[in-house]
Structure formats: structure tokens, C-alpha cells
């Protein structure tokens, strides 16, 4: 199995970026397509972007499309969501989620959807 670390998240003025990371360990020979979701207080889990494990789909929520950018680095076991024009909406625990396989899929982007590995989140504020 492959173990998952997020890292990245922090405070920061609306307007302002942070680049958060996804670092996988374990069998990280193995594909595995990368989702990241967050929790704001008082919400349900959100679906924020995801990519396949070659990087040949994407997928992002309308509410982050065109400020956040999802992209891997496979040679170093990374994912990174870059988010730029940060707004208070935007203030939650992030944690990235693995899929076994090559395939990226529609299904993924719901809460419920059975990801084989979870990380333990990034606390990410935006303060006004």
C-alpha cells in the first residue's frame, strides 16, 4: 500500500497563494490517481481536483477552477495543488486521497467514492 503526507497548508491573506504537497511513500511503484478534497467547519467533505496517475486527466470543483492548479511530479512521489486568489470560501482542512489503477473517473469526485488511502490533512486559513 502507499502511505500519504500532506503538507503546505498554513495561513495566509485572501488574494494570496500556498502550493500544498501530497508526498506518497510505500509502494509508490504502483499507479495510483491522486484526489484532493477539503472540510471547512461545519460542511460536508468537498471535492477540490484530481489527476490520473500519468497526468492525462484533470479535474477540478467550478468553485476552484481557473485559481487552483493540480499537477505530479512521479519521480519524486509528489502531488501538488497550487492555489492562487485565495478567499475566505477557500479555509479548510485539505487531504489528498489514492486510487489504485491508471483511470481517473467521475465517481471520484464524491465524498463517498472508496479511495484505497487517505492523508491526514493540512490546516489551510484565509483571513480577510
Known amino acids: 500500500q502507499v502511505q500519504l503526507v500532506e503538507s503546505g497548508g498554513g495561513l495566509v491573506q485572501a488574494g494570496g497563494s500556498l502550493r500544498l504537497s501530497c508526498a506518497a511513500s510505500?509502494?509508490?511503484?504502483?499507479?495510483?490517481?491522486i484526489s484532493w478534497f477539503r472540510q471547512a467547519p461545519g460542511k460536508e467533505r468537498e471535492f477540490v481536483a484530481a489527476i490520473s496517475a500519468i497526468s492525462i486527466t484533470i479535474y477540478y470543483a467550478d468553485s476552484v477552477k481557473g485559481r487552483f492548479t493540480i499537477s505530479r511530479d512521479n519521480a519524486k512521489n509528489t502531488v501538488y495543488l497550487q492555489m492562487n486568489s485565495l478567499k475566505p470560501e477557500d479555509t479548510a482542512v485539505y487531504y489528498c486521497?489514492?486510487?489504485?489503477?491508471?483511470?481517473?473517473?467521475?465517481?471520484?469526485?464524491?465524498?463517498?467514492?472508496?479511495?484505497?488511502?487517505w492523508g491526514q490533512g493540512t490546516q489551510v486559513t484565509v483571513s480577510s
Open positions: 510505500g509502494r509508490t511503484r504502483t499507479s495510483y490517481a
Open positions: 486521497a489514492a486510487d489504485r489503477g491508471l483511470r481517473l473517473i467521475p465517481a471520484m469526485k464524491k465524498p463517498e467514492y472508496q479511495y484505497d488511502t
